[in-house]
């Protein structure tokens, strides 16, 4: 896979990158500009060496949204933005055209056309009529079949970003990691969890399965999980997993009666249940301080750890055994990689990413690589 290092010739060349720009954004603000930063390298690389650099990335999922905010944020991290308010046609060739060496200009969100999804060819076309060179750098969306993604790479001449190329390079890594060695994947859908599991399984000495994710084992297992949210299939699959001897599971659990649930200061109805005490009625919303302990003497013993998504209901408040972790994770002094939107945001809130070693910008494309070893839009760049 060639990156943007191996690129002949710059100078006044319009270079189309497909950035990773989709940030969260309120009345009209981003409010965090994490992306945009882990972004910024490749940009200022291409246009230093006076690149006409044209950025196109999606945000949001309704398909309306607009980068127009996004486009005055990264003005602050690089100089020489602008924003056209167009994706594709004439219009927005001519606004490339009439783009400075050096400058970079940040074109209307993918989405606004249903030709980035389907993967239309004749859209594909239209983004790559708009350079000489394609550079992918959005890692956290290779792993769909989208024209930005697949299309483009098989018209234009193709390279990895900076970003891209340091995903690939870490994630690869954590793939053979040092030992001991412990995994961690929590959030829920035990459907899209599956695959990385069986993975991991065969290279991490310690697998731990944790979130909403961990109802579908323990019921697997025999286990009640009352009113708690389980995917409700995979049945075999589960209990194969569960046969391995590396698999850990949470020792206790965190739960409220379903009853109470909508009601106010649901966490004051809390209460610790230990392994085999849930009862019917209970709904469980995060692992106990037993597991919690369990974890931080795992990630203390290890040399590399693994994690991707939240341990508990975070969404709605029930953050302590993920905060505990967190912590647990920047102390242990292992090599430390991390993905997944709500994991990054609860380390992010804690002010320890500083102490991870690899911070991913994928969730569900972290958790695709790491059970694949590649991803449609990095076949797309090899490919050609």
Known sequence: MQTVR????????????????NVPVENGEVVSDYRL????????????RGARVILVSHIGE??????????????????????????????ARSAVRELAPGKVLVLENLRRNRGEKMNDRAFAHELAALADIFVQDSFDTCHRRHASIVGVPELLPSYAGLLLAEEVRELSQALVP??????????????????????????????????ALASDFLKAAGQEVGKSL?????????????ANPKLVLPIDSLV????????PNVRTKAHVAPFGSV?????????????????????????????????????????DATDDFARAVARSGAHSVVGGGDTVAAIR????????????????????????GTLPGIEALESH
Do not use: C
């Open 37 to 48: 930063r882990r972004a910024a390298p490749t940009i200022r690389f291409l246009a230093e």
């Open 62 to 91: 309704q398909g309306t949204e607009t980068l127009a905010p996004v486009a005055k944020a990264l003005g602050a991290l690089v100089s020489g933005v602008s924003f056209f308010g167009e994706t594709i046609g004439e219009r």
């Open 230 to 242: 389980v995917s409700g299939t995979g049945l075999d699959a589960l209990k194969k997993l569960l």
């Open 178 to 211: 040092k030992r001991p060695s412990l995994a961690v994947i929590g959030g829920a859908k035990f459907g899209t969890k599956e695959a990385v599991l069986a993975a991991l399984l065969k290279t991490y000495e310690h697998v731990f399965v944790g979130g």
């Open 256 to 263: 409220v009666p379903a009853s109470s649930i909508g009601a």
């Open 349 to 372: 809130g804690l002010g320890l990413l500083p102490k991870f070693s690899f911070v991913s910008t994928g969730g569900g494309a972290m958790l695709e690589f790491l059970a694949k």
């Open 279 to 319: 009862q019917p009625d209970d709904l469980i919303l995060d692992h106990g301080p037993g597991t919690s302990a369990l974890l931080a003497s795992l990630a203390g013993k290890a040399k590399t750890i693994l994690w991707n998504g939240p341990l508990g209901n975070y969404e709605n408040g029930f953050t």
């Open 6 to 21: 191996d690129i002949p010739l710059f100078a006044n060349i319009p270079i189309l990158v497909r950035a990773a720009l």
